[in-house]
């Protein structure tokens, strides 16, 4: 039979192979004992229905640490919430801690007037001190903690901000280390997280996911939070990379209910693909190494393949990644990046064509091989069978049969 005709099962879910229904025959799994996938997240049904639309508000100022604020924007949007980064500077775009320049959906004195279902400020020097001094974000919060619905605040943020305002009265309160003796002594916790009422604060940036998540929970319920929580994936892109796989691969993910963190290897968050589009990521490699994550799936494109694979901080992560038996993958020229860095051995891959001669290792024609933790693609034309395979991996196949007929995609 022809390899790209083969379809062999492998245990990609709960449910035994042998009542699945026939996967698409260009994907080839391999036969294993051993579950095929680390990464254990609930189905979503097929009759759920989306969760009521909440709104929060994010605040920046100068100098606030960009990891909290997207991290907080990108979790709680994945949620369903209708978030707004609001600036307290007078221009929307607001450098910040590290350099990043984030552009504001709305300066602050347009949402004086508005009602939230929690404003949660993000914390940087002196980005904390810049919310503190505004007036305005002073007066939405205030009303905030008097109306008993959610707020909370993040590093550096609960000790100079919410003191300072005094809405950490009788509540539980952490915050960065760095700052803990601003905090008044008997109310103190070590905690990461910590939930008081309606305040809910925690530690710093390695401590913002859970932060996020904390929140999705209290306005969406555990559900949400865990099929969020559970599916953390780093889209890592530099100057070269497929433009087309890039997209494909961020957008049906995140239909897929998948927390995609776009990042470049670059020294600037915009790059430039293999055919000149210009693409902004979420986040530069050297912020996104501090989270840990469920997946790291690599963009083709023969550039930037070769300048992913320069980057000491991608690769130390994919080492490490891999080493704790994380799912991770490639399509076209970045599986061979992953043969490059002994990252096939044992393994049955796919690739492009024109790059096949350079795997050593185990090669077969299918345009897209699940083999156990691996998951690897031709290329171009095959972005889609790769997305739908991951989704399939995450989360089973009726959630993937979904996703295949709202994107009029033929999936058998």
Request: glycine share 8%; net charge positive; charged share 20%.
């Amino acid at each position: 039979m022809d390899g790209a005709m083969a379809t062999l099962f492998r245990t990609l879910s709960p449910i035994p192979f042998s009542c699945c229904a026939p996967i698409r025959p260009s994907i080839l799994t391999r036969v294993a004992t051993q579950s095929s996938s680390s990464i254990a997240v609930s189905p979503l049904p097929h009759s759920s229905k989306p969760p009521q639309e909440k709104k929060v508000l994010v605040p920046i100022g100068m100098g606030t640490e960009e990891i909290e604020a997207v991290i907080l924007v990108n979790v709680l949007r994945q949620a369903g919430a209708q978030v707004t980064l609001a600036s307290v500077e007078k221009e929307l775009e607001v450098p910040c801690y590290s350099g990043t320049r984030l552009i504001a959906d709305a300066c602050i004195s347009k949402c004086a007037d508005q009602m939230y279902d929690l404003v949660a400020l993000p914390g940087g020097m002196p980005g904390s001190v810049r919310l503190r001094d505004c007036k305005a974000l002073q007066k939405i919060t205030t009303r905030q903690a008097e109306d008993n619905r959610l707020y909370g605040a993040i590093s550096t943020a609960p000790a100079v901000v919410l003191v300072a305002w005094g809405l950490h009265e009788s509540k539980k309160i952490t915050c960065h280390p760095a700052f803990k003796d601003k905090l008044p002594t008997f109310w103190q916790v070590q905690e990461n997280v910590q939930v008081s009422e309606a305040m809910t604060t925690s530690r710093g940036p390695g401590t913002t996911i859970q932060f996020a998540l904390s929140f999705v929970e209290q306005l969406f319920g555990l559900t949400i939070a865990q099929e969020i929580g559970n599916s953390l994936v780093l889209l890592p892109v530099a100057n070269g990379s497929e433009e087309i796989e890039v997209v494909m691969l961020a957008d049906i993910l995140r239909r897929a209910r998948v927390n995609v963190v776009v990042v470049s290897v670059e020294k600037r968050r915009q790059i430039v693909g293999s055919k000149k589009i210009k693409i902004i990521a979420d986040q530069c490699i050297s912020d996104a190494s501090k989270s840990t994550y469920d997946l790291i799936i690599l963009p083709g494109g023969v550039d930037g393949a070769e300048r992913l694979s320069k980057s000491r901080i991608l690769m130390k992560l994919l080492k490490e990644h891999t080493e704790a038996g994380k799912v991770y993958g490639g399509t076209q020229s970045s599986v061979v990046i992953l043969e490059k860095k002994g990252l096939l051995k044992g393994k049955v891959a796919t690739t492009d064509p024109s790059t096949k001669d350079q795997l050593r290792g185990l090669v077969d024609e299918a345009e897209v091989i699940i083999d156990g933790n691996l998951i690897t693609g031709k290329g171009l034309g095959t972005v889609i069978d790769l997305s739908l395979a991951i989704v399939r991996k995450l989360f089973g196949l009726e959630r993937t049969r979904c996703l295949a007929e709202g994107l009029v995609y033929d999936y058998k």
